[in-house]
Structures are given as structure tokens and as C-alpha cells.
């Protein structure tokens, strides 16, 4: 039974680890969140490898690689802030500074290295920097009241979505319910198995390994597969126009001039399409324009586009003479300027991501 739970742990780590570094580097690259949920998978992969040295008693040989000194806890609060807000607010962009936020964490790996270094000079064993109460509560109790502050501010923000997602008469798919508050509630409870352990000293770390093993690896693939797995799916805003303004316009024969121009000219065909452009082909004054679709589609001007976008690519699906084209190649034709953005629209319209759709309606 030991042998097949190092087994388990080593295979998890492994899976862990190549999972944290390439979402790591997605996140360099492309998707900004996917950085730090790499940098928490890589923190907590290292957990599970230090729960394989300590059942196949790794940390006792002479010759051992002190791997579990190369992660520091600090890590994870400043990661999932910075997750949050990029998977909450798609407009943020997080300050050149905020790089020193994790210093704290370098200087404990620092530190944790050159103690042992210290120790193995002069060959003989030295207490532990656990041991010592300042050490202690900066890398072991600062992190847990970091998690609990960062997640009750997630948590606040997730709340505060839901209700205006209720408001707003709109419905979430299940995929959806499990991104948005799939992530919240396992690093809650990882908390506080967490909390359980360091400040209780019960014995929940079992319990933290088949956690970690279990639920943070199908989470993490489910980041890598769909960037905007995590991501809160965008709330239409209406914009408080005034009618009086344009009291001299016929709505419903606009409406239908404007309805017309996307469906029988395919407007929405033309990539970056913008209100003004479209304005400025009905001879109408685009903030009238937004305010046709603000009030009678309960939409704004790009939600309302990419819905005839959408319902191009599915119409096109379903045309055997469209067979021979990719998926990017209609969401291409359909006016989508990328293979992201589409992805992301289509889940916020159909409430599946495209490889699902095609699966359910093949």
C-alpha cells in the first residue's frame, strides 16, 4: 500500500509539474492569468513531491536534493491575487512593480539554501529555521492570513457577479458554474485543511494529498485547455440614453434598416467592424445607434455583432457544403479576428465552447 502511494505521489508530480510549467509559459506569452495559476500548481506540485520523500523517507539520505526548499508559500497569495484579477477584470493590467511582491518569497528560498549549506560545512545538524517564532509566522502563518484575505476578496467578487448575473436574467451553463466557482471553493478548503494542520496540529495532511492529487490537477488542465475557462463571463451593461434626444427617429423602421444591414449585407462578416462604420452606413448618429441596441436588445454594440457571428459559424456547421473547412476557418470568415476570441464568445452565447457544441450536435 506505501509503495503504490509514492507511486501515485511521483506520477502526480510529474503530471504537476510539466502542467505548471507550460502553463506558466502560456501565461508569459498569451493568457497573463495562466502565469500565476502555473506558479500555484508549481508550489503545490512540489507539496506533493515532499509528501513522496516523506513516504519513501527521501529527506533522510545523505545524498538527497533538498527539493523542498525550492518553493516558498509566500508564493501563493500574491499568485492567486493577481489570478483574480485577471480572471475578474479584463481590463487589468498589473503594475511594473508588482514583481517585488514576490521578493519575500526568493529571500525565503534563499535563506532555506544557504542554511543548509551552512549545516552540511560544518557537518553536523543545526535547528531548524522552523523553529525560530519570527521565521515561523513569515513562511508559515503570513501565507494562511494572506490566502484567507485574497480569497475573501475573491469570494466578495464572485458574490457580487452572481448577483447581477441574476439580475440580469441571464443563465450560467453548468461548465461555466464549475469554472467560476470551481478554483474558489478548492483553495478555500485547501485553506483550511491548511489552517487545520499548521495552527491545530491536527493530522489532515492525508487529507491534503488526496486533494491536491484529485481536484488540482483536472482544474489546472481545465485552465491549459481553455484559457478562459476561469474567466467571468462578460455582463451586458446598458448605457442610460435619453429618448427625447432622438425623439425625431422611428425606432421600429430603424431597428429593421439595422437588423437588415447584418442579416441580408452580412455586416458582421467584416472584421473589427465598428458602431461608427455601421452609423455611418445607416446615415444614423452611432450614439443613437448604441442607444437602438442598448434598449431593444439589451446588449451593446459588440455582444449584438457577435451574435450574427456566431450564428453564422452554427448555420455554416450545418451546411454539408461547409464540410471541408476547419472551425477557424468559418469563425474567420464569420468576422472573428482570432481562434481566442472566438472561443470566448461562442461559450458566452451557447454556454458550451465550440468542441462541445460539435460533440452534442454531430
Same mark, same amino acid.
Given at each position: 500500500?506505501?509503495?503504490w502511494k509514492?507511486?501515485?505521489?511521483?506520477?502526480a508530480f510529474?503530471?504537476?509539474?510539466?502542467?505548471?510549467?507550460?502553463? +506558466?509559459?502560456?501565461?508569459i506569452?498569451q493568457?497573463?492569468a495562466?502565469?500565476?495559476?502555473?506558479?500555484?500548481?508549481?508550489?503545490?506540485?512540489?507539496?506533493?513531491?515532499?509528501?513522496?520523500?516523506m513516504?519513501?523517507?527521501?529527506h533522510?539520505? *545523505?545524498?538527497s536534493?533538498? %527539493? =523542498?526548499?525550492?518553493?516558498?508559500?509566500?508564493v501563493? *497569495?500574491?499568485? /492567486?491575487?493577481?489570478?483574480?484579477?485577471?480572471?475578474?477584470?479584463p481590463?487589468?493590467?498589473? *503594475?511594473r =512593480?508588482?514583481?517585488?511582491?514576490?521578493a519575500? @518569497?526568493? /529571500? $525565503?528560498?534563499?535563506?532555506l539554501?544557504s542554511?543548509?549549506?551552512?549545516?552540511?560545512h560544518?557537518?553536523?545538524?543545526?535547528?531548524?529555521?522552523?523553529? !525560530?517564532?519570527?521565521w515561523?509566522f513569515?513562511t508559515?502563518i503570513l501565507?494562511?492570513?494572506?490566502? %484567507?484575505?485574497?480569497l475573501?476578496?475573491?469570494?466578495?467578487?464572485l458574490?457580487r457577479?452572481k448577483?447581477?448575473w441574476?439580475?440580469?436574467g441571464?443563465?450560467?451553463? +453548468?461548465?461555466?458554474?464549475i469554472g +467560476?466557482y470551481?478554483?474558489?471553493?478548492f483553495?478555500?478548503?485547501?485553506?483550511?485543511?491548511?489552517?487545520?494542520?499548521?495552527? #491545530?496540529?491536527l493530522?489532515?495532511?492525508?487529507?491534503?494529498?488526496?486533494? /491536491?492529487?484529485?481536484?488540482? %490537477?483536472?482544474l489546472?488542465?481545465?485552465?491549459?485547455?481553455?484559457?478562459?475557462?476561469y474567466?467571468?463571463?462578460?455582463?451586458?451593461?446598458?448605457?442610460?440614453?435619453?429618448?427625447?434626444?432622438?425623439?425625431?427617429?422611428n425606432?421600429?423602421r430603424?431597428?429593421?434598416?439595422l437588423?437588415?444591414?447584418?442579416?441580408?449585407?452580412?455586416?458582421?462578416?467584416? &472584421?473589427?467592424?465598428?458602431?461608427?462604420?455601421?452609423?455611418?452606413k #445607416?446615415?444614423l448618429?452611432?450614439?443613437?445607434? &448604441?442607444? #437602438?441596441? !442598448?434598449?431593444?436588445?439589451?446588449? !451593446?454594440?459588440?455582444?449584438?455583432? !457577435?451574435a %450574427?457571428r456566431?450564428? $453564422?459559424?452554427?448555420?455554416? /456547421?450545418?451546411?454539408?457544403?461547409?464540410?471541408?473547412?476547419?472551425?477557424?476557418?468559418l469563425?474567420?470568415?464569420a468576422g472573428? @479576428? &482570432?481562434?481566442?476570441?472566438?472561443?470566448?464568445?461562442?461559450?458566452?452565447?451557447?454556454?458550451?465552447?465550440p468542441s462541445e457544441?460539435?460533440?452534442v450536435?454531430?
Amino acid at each position: 500500500m506505501e509503495n503504490w502511494k509514492s507511486i501515485v505521489y511521483l506520477l502526480a508530480f510529474g503530471q504537476g509539474i510539466v502542467l505548471s510549467l507550460s502553463l +506558466i509559459v502560456r501565461g508569459i506569452t498569451q493568457q497573463r492569468a495562466n502565469l500565476f495559476l502555473g506558479l500555484i500548481l508549481y508550489i503545490l506540485a512540489l507539496e506533493i513531491l515532499n509528501a513522496w520523500g516523506m513516504q519513501v523517507h527521501y529527506h533522510s539520505r *545523505p545524498d538527497s536534493f533538498p %527539493f =523542498w526548499n525550492m518553493q516558498s508559500y509566500l508564493v501563493l *497569495p500574491v499568485s /492567486l491575487w493577481f489570478f483574480v484579477q485577471y480572471t475578474t477584470a479584463p481590463a487589468y493590467r498589473a *503594475p511594473r =512593480w508588482s514583481w517585488l511582491l514576490f521578493a519575500p @518569497s526568493l /529571500l $525565503e528560498v534563499i535563506g532555506l539554501t544557504s542554511w543548509r549549506l551552512y549545516w552540511r560545512h560544518i557537518d553536523q545538524r543545526v535547528p531548524s529555521l522552523l523553529e !525560530n517564532p519570527a521565521w515561523f509566522f513569515v513562511t508559515e502563518i503570513l501565507p494562511i492570513a494572506g490566502m %484567507f484575505a485574497v480569497l475573501s476578496f475573491y469570494g466578495l467578487k464572485l458574490f457580487r457577479f452572481k448577483q447581477e448575473w441574476k439580475r440580469s436574467g441571464q443563465h450560467l451553463s +453548468i461548465t461555466q458554474v464549475i469554472g +467560476i466557482y470551481g478554483l474558489f471553493a478548492f483553495l478555500t478548503t485547501l485553506t483550511l485543511l491548511w489552517t487545520a494542520g499548521v495552527g #491545530l496540529n491536527l493530522r489532515v495532511f492525508a487529507a491534503i494529498e488526496v486533494l /491536491l492529487t484529485g481536484c488540482l %490537477f483536472a482544474l489546472g488542465y481545465a485552465g491549459y485547455v481553455n484559457p478562459h475557462f476561469y474567466q467571468l463571463p462578460v455582463l451586458v451593461k446598458l448605457k442610460s440614453t435619453d429618448k427625447s434626444v432622438f425623439a425625431h427617429y422611428n425606432d421600429s423602421r430603424e431597428l429593421g434598416r439595422l437588423e437588415a444591414a447584418f442579416r441580408e449585407d452580412a455586416l458582421h462578416m467584416q &472584421s473589427k467592424l465598428t458602431l461608427e462604420e455601421v452609423a455611418a452606413k #445607416l446615415h444614423l448618429p452611432p450614439r443613437y445607434l &448604441s442607444y #437602438l441596441i !442598448n434598449t431593444h436588445h439589451s446588449s !451593446n454594440f459588440n455582444h449584438y455583432v !457577435n451574435a %450574427f457571428r456566431v450564428e $453564422e459559424v452554427i448555420r455554416k /456547421l450545418a451546411d454539408p457544403r461547409e464540410q471541408h473547412k476547419t472551425l477557424l476557418a468559418l469563425a474567420l470568415e464569420a468576422g472573428f @479576428s &482570432s481562434k481566442s476570441t472566438f472561443n470566448q464568445v461562442f461559450r458566452q452565447h451557447t454556454g458550451k465552447a465550440p468542441s462541445e457544441y460539435l460533440l452534442v450536435n454531430k
